[in-house]
């Protein structure tokens, strides 16, 4: 009786400890394998410094939601376009620490950012 109770808590000790190991190493293979990070986790961060100011549109990158970074210059006008050219999603405004969450784009498109800004040094991320 207690000799199958020993045995018990050995073969769950020795499936926790399993458990633990392969949690541990599928943790370190996602932070350290840059392909597996990206692929579960994609992120994008594009530094644009604008030199003078424009009405014209400069492209950026993809993704669902668009990070204007707190240390940015100002606010920054942005639109969403397919590899064709066609505008997906309209202008919209990022203020700098503020995200915009992009609904409706599809995960296998690339898309192009365009970014419209006031004279500056912007730090774009896109997750």
């Known amino acids: 009786m207690v000799n199958s109770k020993i045995k018990k808590i050995g073969v769950i000790g ?4 399993t458990l ?3 949690f541990v190493c599928s943790y370190q293979v996602y932070q350290n394998v840059e ?3 990206n692929y579960f986790s994609p992120k994008i ?3 644009m410094a604008i030199e003078k100011e424009t009405d014209e549109w400069n492209s950026v990158f993809w993704d ?4 204007n970074d707190a240390n940015s210059a100002g606010n920054a006008l942005m639109r969403v376009k397919d590899e064709k050219g066609n505008v997906v999603i309209d202008e919209f405004q990022v203020s700098p620490g503020n995200s ?3 609904s409706g784009l599809n995960k296998d498109q690339q898309y192009y ?3 419209k800004a006031p004279k ?4 774009i991320n896109a997750i």
């Open 120 to 123: 500056g040094q912007f730090i």
């Open 100 to 102: 915009k969450q992009l």
């Open 113 to 115: 950012f365009e970014i």
């Open 20 to 22: 633990t190991i392969i």
């Open 14 to 17: 020795a499936i926790f400890v």
């Open 35 to 37: 392909t597996v990070h």
């Open 64 to 67: 669902k939601t668009i990070i």
């Open 45 to 47: 961060t594009s530094v």
